[in-house]
């Protein structure tokens, strides 16, 4: 009877996990169409990233294109400055609001966008780098389908260096999906959800709608900017980064990665529509399922060990497939996704202890309140 009610349960799991990530977004082609200094400015908001820097300063330069590129430097104590220098980059300090209330990444954007001069503003994390010589091109080419107007947002795809960094898996196929934009169970709405990594707009529309200042009490800034581009009728669109927009995160240590995430994930869960996040429940729970049906076989007729291996090997694949989307992890532990499934729990459990509880977190050295 129990391998029975499993059975069942991941069936209905193979299913959502078939529509949670039925649509997709993906940039438009490249046009071949040179790109000047005033059309765009790239904003970076950098702390103490000696290491990261380097990669996306590289990667700008393999740009097809002319654009000014900002690095706003927010109190690093290594030689992000002098890095961002050599590469041509203009450097600015971040100036401290009077109360310090104020600081992170959203007053770092918000500084470098008063310095810019072109008409549309790109800011994009430290982490990320652009694999495509025409990959700038691209995310204007399809900001230009939006008319130039509203929000244009780009998740990368994950790439990763030392074997504990694919413990990340879960958390970033899960930042995709839970915008409801990838799933054909989401309710037909304006979208007020905006990834955080790489984001595009006009400086009109960004300082209209005061830009950053919407996240200055935010530690998601993605959905904060995201929620006031709507209220004021302007598109809010979401882009997977493929092969043309990259990044590497938490390469600095398993802590790193645990801080990270603990940060904002509980957060980012809230704004999922309830239909989205029971499939996405309902699809992770096959990861349980599909491993006890398998190992209660065991102890089973020989029948039912065949079709327990076959639900564990089709929800595996489909594991695979999905994450293999959003980033390239490591297929040891995409095979023995319920190690994935338990670090997720543990990781979301302790965020939503502080998002609901202690109200604050650590990053980078510093503490951030949750409102």
């Given at each position: 009877m129990i391998q029975f009610i499993l059975t069942i349960l991941s069936t209905i799991s193979l299913i959502c996990g078939r529509l949670i990530f039925n649509q997709r977004h993906r940039l438009l082609s490249s046009q071949n169409r040179i790109i000047h200094s005033n059309e765009v400015t790239i904003i970076i908001p950098a702390r103490n990233e000696e290491r990261r820097l380097p990669h996306l300063l590289q990667s700008l330069q393999g740009q097809q294109g002319i654009y000014?590129?900002?690095?706003?430097d927010d109190g690093s104590k290594d030689n992000t400055k002098e890095i961002a220098q050599t590469f041509g980059a203009t450097v600015y300090e971040i100036e401290q609001n009077l109360d310090r209330q104020w600081f992170g990444k959203s007053h770092a954007c918000y500084q470098g966008a008063t310095n810019a001069q072109s008409e549309l503003l790109m800011f994009v994390?430290?982490?990320?780098?652009?694999?495509?010589?025409?990959?700038?091109?691209?995310?204007?080419?399809?900001?230009?389908?939006?008319?130039?107007?509203?929000?244009?947002?780009?998740?990368?795809?994950?790439?990763?260096?030392?074997?504990?960094?694919?413990?990340?898996?879960?958390?970033?196929?899960?930042?995709?999906?839970?915008?409801?934009?990838?799933?054909?169970?989401?309710?037909?709405?304006?979208?007020?959800?905006?990834?955080?990594?790489?984001?595009?707009?006009?400086?009109?529309?960004?300082?209209?709608?005061?830009?950053?200042?919407n996240a200055q009490h935010s530690i998601i800034e993605g959905f904060a900017l995201g929620e006031k581009f709507e209220s004021v009728q302007l598109p809010v669109t979401v882009y997977e980064g493929?092969?043309?927009?990259?990044?590497?995160?938490?390469?600095?240590?398993?802590?790193?990665?645990?801080?990270?995430?603990?940060?904002?994930?509980?957060?980012?869960?809230d704004k999922t529509q309830p239909q989205i996040m029971l499939a996405i429940v309902m699809w992770l729970m096959g990861s349980i399922t599909s491993t006890l049906t398998l190992l209660i076989s065991v102890f089973t007729k020989p029948a039912s060990r065949i079709v327990s291996l076959l639900f564990y090997v089709l929800y595996t694949c489909q594991f695979v497939r999905l994450h293999r989307r959003v980033g390239a992890f490591s297929m040891v532990l995409l095979i023995l996704h319920p190690v994935l499934f338990i670090f997720f729990i543990f990781i979301f459990a302790n965020s939503w202890r502080h998002t609901h509880f202690s109200k604050k977190v650590e990053w980078k050295g510093r503490s951030f309140k949750i409102n």
């Open positions: 000014e590129v900002i690095v706003m994390d430290a982490d990320v780098t652009f694999g495509h010589p025409h990959a700038i091109e691209k995310i204007l080419n399809t900001y230009r389908k939006q008319h130039n107007h509203g929000l244009l947002s780009v998740q990368p795809f994950h790439e990763t260096g030392k074997f504990y960094e694919s413990l990340s898996a879960i958390f970033n196929l899960m930042t995709v999906v839970g915008v409801n934009q990838f799933s054909s169970l989401a309710r037909q709405s304006n979208n007020d959800i905006a990834f955080g990594p790489v984001t595009l707009m006009h400086r009109d529309d960004y300082f209209k709608t005061d830009g950053h200042k493929g092969n043309d927009v990259k990044f590497r995160m938490y390469e600095a240590g398993l802590q790193s990665l645990i801080q990270g995430w603990t940060k904002h994930f509980s957060v980012g869960a």
